[in-house]
């Protein structure tokens, strides 16, 4: 304020004041728009400054709608706008707090689509975003979030130098199965709404597999498959 070189210090000058500084002090938080207006003028000489003292004036943002669509074939609507749950949001070191703050938000302002995987974060983002929408299913209803999760992957990192191969995937029948039933547990979710293979090649798609996978979505344990991969060929031969 000082910068600014406002010396207001009547009440009568309060709207002009607000005016004044709500570009240069303005924040929001929490979904929150906070503008800041004068409570008391302190005229404080100390060579050539004097200090003011204002109070946050909390006034709610107008939310924007968001809008849904169906996904594909399925009868899922889900939000334009979704969270992928990996990184350094599920990352130990990331607070579970501001993690919760960041889904909570999210769900407030509409979204309810959130993807995760059983090894991201090096399994942490998944356990922590069960421990998060625990809440929000309690307060409302499971069919308001759209779940989507991945199995596959078997370690949380790949390295990236290693001397003998490593063994990073596994689409055994009992461990895509295995992986499904572990998600369920972390997600505290009952089922999952999209189930993904992680990755998944075409030499590793086997009848087996598949008959797994339809018996694992007669159990209710998924309530849509799909198919995760980085290149053209892959998806283009599924």
């Not at 992928?84 to 999210?106: L, M, Q, T, V």
């Not at 995760?116 to 625990?134: C, D, M, Q, V, W």
């Amino acid at each position: 304020i000082r910068d600014m070189g406002l010396l207001y210090n009547t009440h009568g000058h309060k709207y002009a004041f607000e005016k004044r500084i709500s570009p240069a002090l303005h924040r929001t938080q929490g979904g929150v728009s906070m503008h800041f207006v004068v409570e008391k003028v302190y005229p404080l000489q100390n060579g050539r400054t004097q200090a003011y003292c204002i109070k946050p004036a909390i006034r709610r943002q107008r939310k924007i709608g968001m809008n849904y669509r169906r996904l594909g074939n399925t009868d899922l609507n889900v939000s334009e706008i979704s969270v992928g749950c990996s990184a350094y949001w599920g990352d130990r070191k990331f607070p579970e707090r501001k993690a919760a703050e960041i889904i909570n938000e999210a769900f407030d302002r509409g979204v309810n689509f959130f993807d995760t995987g059983h090894n991201y974060s090096n399994f942490n983002a998944e356990p922590r975003l069960g421990r998060i929408i625990k809440d929000i299913i309690a307060r409302n209803d499971r069919s308001k979030l759209v779940i989507s999760t991945k199995g596959g992957s078997i370690i949380g990192h790949a390295p990236i130098f290693s001397l003998r191969p490593v063994k990073t995937r596994d689409f055994s029948p009992d461990a895509i199965e295995t992986s499904c039933y572990e998600s369920i547990k972390n997600l505290k979710c009952d089922y999952i709404d999209i189930f993904q293979l992680h990755g998944i090649s075409q030499s590793q798609i086997t009848e087996e597999l598949i008959d797994r996978l339809f018996a694992m979505k007669k159990k209710g344990m998924y309530r849509y498959l799909g198919i995760n991969s980085h290149t053209k060929t892959e998806l283009e031969y599924i």
